[in-house]
């Protein structure tokens, strides 16, 4: 037995033959084992939700605990179109602000809502939590010991190979802390096949979140404020209707309906998979772009653009579909990720989704500045001269050297706004010589799109203003 001097076992299932499962399996091994301690064990076919975690840890407090636990492996809004009813009762209990309770930030990993829960209840207790979960928990519930404290310590983050022992194509570990310590902001990484893996830690190091403090420490200079705002692409959640291609002056969709619009809203659209590096001078897809603001008044289409608003028309249906709150309410064909910023020419762009951070060099199509889709990241330029420079900076060895040390390749999204907001360009640019963004733009074929003086004025605005004076 692995805890002899085990007193009490309490467990909670809401499937109920796993119930029957488990005491038959119980009863067969104290059946074989006569001498092994029994302690009292009570197994509860209830919802977890449902559980009050609070007034179990009080019955508990004098005693030293050992949580164990497999939460699902699913956020909220996964259950939720799956129509299960096994759904927490609906809290921000991140207490999220605006527009961050209603989109991606709002949707929370269930195991991370169980997880929380049980570190509040049990937060005075001696004893240790071990829990199954996806990698992003772990991270999640580090991020929020900064403002959570919860005192814990020993923190370990051991990595499983979950497609191997569970049949499940998700980046997961076994969580494991101690609880009632001095509360610790860092992580230790291990492996269950440490010979093929290095260890690491990440956590919080001098106020910053980072995934590596080891190689953080070499970097972190470069760790600030970029001057430039990083926007996200163009959301429209409508790509069957919003997405086409050009063919012989008539647009077409995948669906292999071929009709006509006029040019004036029509604009070029990169998706992450076209962001590999280098320079990008045409689209395969191209959109509509129905605002030039979120929430602009879309009646001019109809009057100005008869052909467009009739295809657009003829879809309603299709963007009445959109589940995400954000377009309630809002004029018909709204679209999201939109502003003055997405209508500059020039823009250096990165995919949110790949491992490594490849920055393209966007230029415009036919005349007219291209669009990005969500999945992707840019910061833009009126003048080619300044977006040839930040391309260069940030595709430098010291940029991947930052990225790699506060970014979490296992995350759903790699490189979020907030990571690429960290990249303090006005330090990268004192530390990359002239000849480096001229070789970095000859290997491009862009040599000669910007001299030394355009060099210097750039330098000099960023440090000057904080920012160019681009907008």
Known sequence: MAFPCLQRVIGF???????????????????????????????????VFTVDFQKLGKEL????????????????????????????????????NGIDAMTGKGNFDIGEYITIRLLRAFQEHSGRIAFLVKNAVVKNIVFDQKKAVFPIGDLKQISIDAKKEFGASVEASLFKCQLNQVPEFQCDVTFLEPENKAQLRFGWENGHFVSNVKNYQAISHLDGICPFEWRQGVKHDCSGVMEFERIN??????????????????????????????????????????????????AYIELLFPNTFAYLAAHREKFAERKSSIYRGKPPFSIFGIGDYSFLPYKVGVSGLYKL?????????????????????FIGFEKISDAGIAFSLLNSPLVKELLSAISFPDAKRVFTKEILMRIDLAIVAESVEFAEIEKILENVGFCGIVTKSDFHDFRQGIQTTGQLQLF
């Open 13 to 47: 299932e809401i499937y109920q033959p796993y119930i029957w499962e488990t005491k038959l399996t119980i009863l067969d091994f104290f059946l074989n084992n006569p001498n092994c301690t029994k302690p009292l064990i009570t197994l509860y076919h209830q919802d």
């Open 249 to 298: 002056g008539h647009f077409s969709t995948n669906s292999g309906q071929i009709f006509q619009l006029e040019n004036d809203l029509v604009h070029g659209i990169l998706k992450s998979s076209e962001l590999k590096g280098g320079a990008v001078t045409f689209s395969k897809k191209s959109t509509i772009v129905t605002q030039r603001k979120v929430g602009q008044d879309t």
């Open 61 to 96: 407090v004098d005693s030293e605990v050992l949580i164990l636990g497999n939460p699902p492996w699913v956020t909220n809004a996964e259950l939720g179109s799956l129509l299960s009813d096994n759904l927490p009762k609906k809290s921000n209990f991140k207490n999220l």
């Open 357 to 377: 951070p490849s920055f393209t060099l966007v230029m415009p199509e036919n005349g007219k500045p291209m669009m990005l889709d969500d999945t992707c990241y």
